[in-house]
């Protein structure tokens, strides 16, 4: 039987219909839900298929269940921690190393630059900025250095107007950050790294869409080559789900 010809368990028909009337009912994160005896008569499930549907979703990051008197099932934002799990387990299972991450990057990144040059909004430029002024002043300090180049790289894909890049972003450098692959940043990369995002940045903030695709382009090619020259073992590691925690 192909996978999506499987019937779906109850429990995940349910974890559906929750969220469906989350979003009718127009709930939002802090807002609770129905004691449990109300969503067993509304959906008509016994006990334990409701409690799994809920925890499903509390893994998922839609709800969290607070125990006691006056807690419950209350509504939660998921964050791009929640796919970086479920995207380094399916990588994990897949048998995938970490060049398939800095592989994907190569192919993403420049579009979100060019759609970033587009669509930036006033708020995402000054972000933008204290990003780069951050990674300058912090050369010397690689913990700072690569905490501000990765938000950089975030902001830019946020900016780009497509939420999917940004959480996508997120979660790949949460793979790949999270690992302890040995790979080290001499002041030397770190400057050239620089360089490589004020291209980016001087181009998006003028506009330019093809200067900004074009300059991602050479940054994240410039990175690949870094790795690939110093640190092939790391590339050629497997993902795996632990190393991320």
Known sequence: MDRFDRPQKTAMIVARRIVSDIADRGLGPGDRLPPEKVMLEEYRVGRGTLRESLRFLELSG??????????????????????????GLLLQFEGAKFATIVEARIGLEPLMARLAAE??????????????????DSIRDLDRFLEANREFHNIVAWASGNPLFGYLIDALDGVFAGAALG???????????????????????????????EAMRAHVSQWTEFLQKKFPEALDKPITWESML
Do not use: C, W
């Not at 269940?65 to 479920?86: C, D, I, Q, R, W």
């Not at 930036?120 to 300058?136: F, G, H, P």
């Not at 940043?185 to 620089?194: I, L, N």
């Open 62 to 87: 839609a709800i969290s269940l607070k125990p006691g008197p006056g807690g419950g099932p209350t509504v939660e934002k998921p964050e791009a921690s929640h796919l970086m799990n479920s995207l």
């Open 119 to 136: 669509r930036i909004s006033d708020e995402q430029r000054v972000q933008l900025k204290e990003t780069v002024d951050l990674m300058r």
């Open 183 to 213: 790979v080290d940043y001499p002041e030397s990369a770190r400057a050239a790294v620089f360089d490589a995002d004020v291209a980016v940045f001087d181009a998006i903030v003028a506009g330019d869409s093809a200067g900004a695709a």
